[in-house]
C-alpha cells in the first residue's frame, strides 16, 4: 500500500477511524510515517498529535485502545480509512464517538422500520393501524401471521414470479420483525446468536 505522506508539508495524512464491526465513523485523527508504522507494529492506533507534537498511541492514558483491524487508503493515496475494533468510548469526553453519537449496530431501513413497531407496540390503541392490531390480538395471531407468510415465501419460491416471491418475503420479514418485538426482541438480538456461532 502506498501512502502519500510527502503531499503536505507536514507529512501528515488524514485517517478516519471506523468501527469494523458496526461501521460507525468514530473520530479524525493524523498521522505521519512513523505512526503508521508504529500502528501496523503494535496493531494499537497511533497518531502524530499535532497538539502535542509527538506520535500519540490513541489509549495510552485512558486504556480506550483502537485495536487495528484493517487499514485502506483512498484514490489520491493521502487519506486512511483505520477499520478497528474499539476497546471502550473513543473520544476524550467519554462518548463513543467524536460526535458524541452511540456507537450502536444499525440496519438502515430495518432499523427504523423497528422503531415503527415499536411506536405501534406503544399505541396499540390506535385503530387505523395494521401492527397496533396485531399486538392487541396478541401473540398467537402474530405468530399465526409468521407461519402464514412463511409458507407464501416458500409456495413463491418453487414459481417463477419474482415479483410475488420478493413481495412475499418483505410480508414474511415484516410480520418476523413484529414477533421480534411481541418477544420482547430486535434484530440485534439475533444478529448476537449468529455471531455467536462463528
Not at 497538539?51 to 486504556?63: D, I, Q, V
Not at 473520544?91 to 422500520?113: P, R
Not at 413481495?167 to 415484516?174: I, K, T, V
Request: hydrophobic residues 35%; proline residues 2%; negative net charge.
Amino acid at each position: 500500500m502506498k501512502i502519500d505522506f510527502d503531499k503536505n508539508s507536514d507529512g501528515l495524512v488524514p485517517a478516519i477511524v471506523q468501527d469494523a464491526k458496526t461501521k460507525n465513523v468514530l473520530m479524525l485523527g493524523y498521522m505521519n510515517q512513523e505512526s503508521y508504522t508504529k500502528t501496523i507494529e503494535t496493531k494499537k492506533v497511533t497518531f502524530f498529535s499535532r497538539s502535542k507534537n509527538r506520535l500519540w498511541t490513541k489509549g495510552e492514558e485512558s486504556g480506550n485502545f483502537l485495536n487495528l483491524i484493517d487499514i485502506k487508503v483512498d484514490c489520491d493515496q493521502d487519506t486512511l480509512l483505520i477499520m478497528v475494533d474499539p476497546v471502550g468510548p473513543t473520544c476524550h469526553k467519554g462518548t463513543d464517538t467524536c460526535w458524541a453519537e452511540d456507537n450502536d449496530t444499525t440496519f438502515g431501513f430495518l432499523s427504523q422500520l423497528e422503531t415503527v413497531i415499536q411506536d405501534r407496540k406503544s399505541n396499540q390503541q390506535d385503530e387505523k393501524s395494521y401492527v397496533a392490531s396485531l399486538f392487541r390480538k396478541g401473540i398467537n395471531k402474530i405468530a399465526q401471521k409468521v407461519g402464514e407468510e412463511a409458507v407464501e415465501v416458500v409456495i413463491e419460491a418453487k414459481d417463477d414470479n419474482d415479483e410475488l416471491f420478493l413481495n412475499e418475503s418483505a410480508d414474511l420479514l415484516f410480520h418476523y420483525l413484529i414477533l421480534l418485538q411481541a418477544k420482547g426482541y430486535t434484530l440485534k438480538d439475533i444478529v448476537k446468536t449468529l455471531e455467536s456461532r462463528v
